[in-house]
């Protein structure tokens, strides 16, 4: 069924391309499928499939701009279409589908050219473009090579930005250094501004303005390669607390905020598509091993259940466990979690609720987290060194509704995160300060 979705988009986007009706384009793709000319189409859809296999979040675009067809890959954007001359491509509209043969010399190669970040950015501090220039990528490889090489140019390029970029902010709250840009603003209760990093963003000294803060985080996830790499799990705590509405919500939030805010990215809609940077394979647990410089929390939640299969649920028991005694030292001596006054039961129930939205917040706090030390060995502050974050919730709830009890909320957090940990590095527990 997914074949064949998939074939009906691929028909839609290249009729239209071409002008043809729907019956006519399935009939010339066929035709050039049997006669075996490479098409855009067939790389594309198996770049996508490579891709989606080795862990990234991906969005397909099946229909064409600028003659050719686009690949949006955790933060790389990957284009495949054909080698024109200057001539041609200056006479396109920009809609011509790369396997349009009134368009394009059919007997032309493909060329894949990809860049990093998503948009394209030039950094006065660097006097050069953050990532890299387009680069071209050869077709005349297995598709999981090409998907290595474009994972190389990330790395690196993640790797050359972080070193070459000064840092020349302080966070306010921690007093660690960064880049300008990897710092993001937020106010204190008296309303002053202040500059925070990611482990310190839900300090209790923060009036949190989490439409504010989502709006930075789409910045630096399509403008930087660089940015530090726990910034992802606050994406994620945003996803998990907004819901399947996040999207919608943002969307209206930012247009009312300035009419000039960019549009929220696709990742507000499914916090398990928020790509999570890796640190270097030598840095990492074995259950991440073979995922590559980043990966979609989807692919690293699965790689953790893989390894660990017994890890969600062992933390649900416990954690409830402790919820449960809890309410029995609240002077419920004999309450069990189904007998006992409403009110408690129903308090248990919303911690269970909890548990099942956070649990991705949990992994990806401790993943990203770690990935955050392993990238910044100089960082001193308690908060860095424990690798967790300092978790106050109820600053989230004033606007936005996660529908649960911002209690529970920061008691998952601090119940899972050092279990999640201890499982996946059972040698580098970090030190107490
Ligand atoms: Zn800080």
């Known amino acids: ?36 000319v ?31 067809l686009w690949i949006y890959a955790g933060p790389a954007t990957v284009n495949i279409g054909r080698e024109v001359s200057a001539a041609v491509q200056r006479n396109l509209t920009g ?51 090409i998907v290595t090489e474009i994972n190389s140019l990330i790395s690196e390029a993640r790797h050359r930005d972080q070193s070459d970029i000064p840092e020349r902010a302080t966070c306010d709250i921690c007093g660690d250094r960064y880049p300008s840009d990897g710092l993001f603003e937020a106010r204190d209760m008296l309303d002053s501004r202040l500059e925070v990093c990611p482990c310190c963003i839900f300090d209790a000294d923060i009036d949190l303005d989490p439409a504010l803060l989502a709006y930075d985080l789409d910045f630096a996830a399509t403008e930087s390669v660089a940015a530090p790499a726990g910034w992802a799990a606050a994406q994620v705590l ?10 919608g919500w943002l969307k209206q939030q930012w247009k009312e905020r300035s009419p000039g805010w960019r549009v ?34 989807n692919a690293i939640i699965a790689a953790v259940g893989r390894s660990f299969p017994e890890l969600q649920s062992t933390c649900r028991v416990s954690f409830m466990e402790s919820v449960r005694d809890e309410l029995v030292s ?21 911690a269970g609720v909890a548990f099942e939205r956070l649990w991705p917040a949990a992994v990806a706090f401790t993943v990203a987290m770690a990935t955050q030390v392993a990238e910044r060995p100089r960082d001193h502050s308690p908060r860095a060194r424990l690798q967790r974050p300092l978790f106050q919730a109820e600053h989230w709830d004033r606007s936005m509704s996660s529908g649960l009890n911002v209690c529970d909320v920061e008691s998952v957090l601090e119940h899972c995160i050092p279990k999640v940990r201890e499982a996946l590095y059972p040698d580098r527990q970090p030190r107490r300060p």
């Not at 239209?16 to 066929?30: C, F, H, I, M, V």
């Not at 998503?118 to 999981?144: A, C, H, I, K, W």
């Not at 945003?238 to 999207?247: E, F, K, M, T, V």
């Not at 929220?264 to 259950?287: M, V, Y």
């Open 1 to 36: 069924m997914t074949r064949n979705h998939r074939r009906k988009k691929e028909t839609r986007a290249f009729a239209a391309a071409t002008g043809k009706t729907y019956l006519d384009a399935a009939n010339s793709l066929n035709k050039l499928k049997a006669a075996e």
């Open 38 to 68: 490479p098409l855009a189409t067939t790389l594309h859809d198996s770049l996508v499939a490579e891709f989606r296999a080795a862990g990234w979040p991906v969005i397909a675009d099946q229909f064409p701009m600028g003659g050719r």
């Open 95 to 145: 809609d011509e589908h790369p396997d349009d043969p009134n368009a394009f010399d059919l007997g032309s190669p493909l060329e894949i050219i990809v860049t990093a970040p998503r948009m394209y950015n030039y950094s006065d501090e660097l006097q050069r473009v953050v990532g890299f220039e387009p680069r071209e990528v050869s077709t005349n490889q297995p598709f999981t090579e």
């Open 238 to 247: 945003l996803g998990c607390l907004g819901g399947a509405d996040l999207l």
């Open 264 to 297: 929220p990215e696709e990742w507000w809609a499914d916090s398990l598509q928020t790509w999570i940077w890796l640190p270097p394979a030598a840095q990492r647990p074995i259950a991440l091993a073979d995922l590559g410089c980043g990966a979609s929390l």
């Open 330 to 350: 609240d002077s419920y001596g004999d309450f069990d979690g189904d007998s006992g006054p409403a009110e408690y039961r129903e308090m248990y129930r919303m």
